[in-house]
């Protein structure tokens, strides 16, 4: 079953607004990751939050974790047309780095 | 260095062949894992490996076995294809525990 769960699944927004993604978890989780994937191509790392923390930032991206909720989001700010793609949560349950993904979320940035 | 590197990009099999996807890393991660992508869902995990010698099943091992006889490689075998195999394949390597995935580019197989 999957792990993640993404909300919104898909999200169209004008060049340089603000975009947000959230994730949802079912069980207790060392960390949680954050991925895009650009049309068919492989999946590219964006940020890792540990279960001890809440907030990390990688230049535009910010991201929270929640864990009495179980949750987390993804904040991308100032958008840009490149930043079209699918954004995809996973979590790492088990500490082998078994990565359980969520369904995705296709953001649409329009130029 | 290349990073992930799968091959090969693209295959069609027929029902009831067998082949291997292979995948090889040049960053010296211990951690390897295959996932297969089905439209409108994640990424689901097929099998992985902790170090050379050592995998496991992950959610969805039925109909494919692997083996890591070195760091580098970690190849995927379709013991005996069939159309609900059909899917995008993705590589992975991590470093150790609590790290960053990288991912290779994928192979698409189509299973007729």
């Known amino acids: 079953s999957q792990q993640g769960e993404e909300d919104p699944q898909a999200l169209s927004i004008q060049e340089g607004e603000n975009a947000t993604m959230n994730c949802s978890y079912k069980?207790?989780?060392?960390?949680l990751q954050w991925y895009r994937q650009n049309s068919g191509r492989g999946l590219v790392h964006l940020i890792l939050?540990?279960?001890?923390?809440r907030e990390k930032h990688s230049g535009r991206l910010r991201v929270t974790l929640d864990t009495s909720k179980k949750s987390s989001s993804l904040l991308i700010t100032a958008s840009r047309a490149a930043d079209t793609a699918s954004y995809f949560c996973?979590?790492?349950?088990?500490?082998?780095?078994?990565?359980?993904f969520g369904k995705g979320n296709q953001v649409v940035v329009i130029p | 260095n290349a990073g992930v590197t799968q091959t090969p990009k693209f295959q069609v099999l027929k029902t009831g062949q067998s082949m291997t996807l292979q995948c090889a890393q040049d960053?010296?991660?211990?951690?390897m894992s295959w996932y297969r992508q089905d439209p409108g869902m994640g990424l689901r995990l097929i099998h992985y490996?902790?170090?050379?010698?050592?995998?496991d099943q992950g959610e969805v091992p039925n109909g494919y076995n692997v083996s890591r006889s070195t760091t580098e490689d970690f190849p995927l075998r379709l013991l005996s294809a069939a159309p609900s195999q059909t899917s995008v394949y993705f590589c992975?390597?991590?470093?150790?525990?609590?790290?960053?995935?990288?991912f290779g580019q994928g192979t698409r197989l189509t299973v007729v």
């Open positions: 960053m010296n991660h211990e951690y």
């Open positions: 939050i540990r279960s001890n923390e």
């Open positions: 992975a390597s991590s470093r150790s525990v609590n790290t960053e995935a990288f």
């Open positions: 069980t207790s989780i060392n960390n």
């Open positions: 490996s902790v170090g050379a010698g050592i995998t």
């Open positions: 996973a979590t790492d349950a088990g500490g082998n780095n078994r990565l359980a």
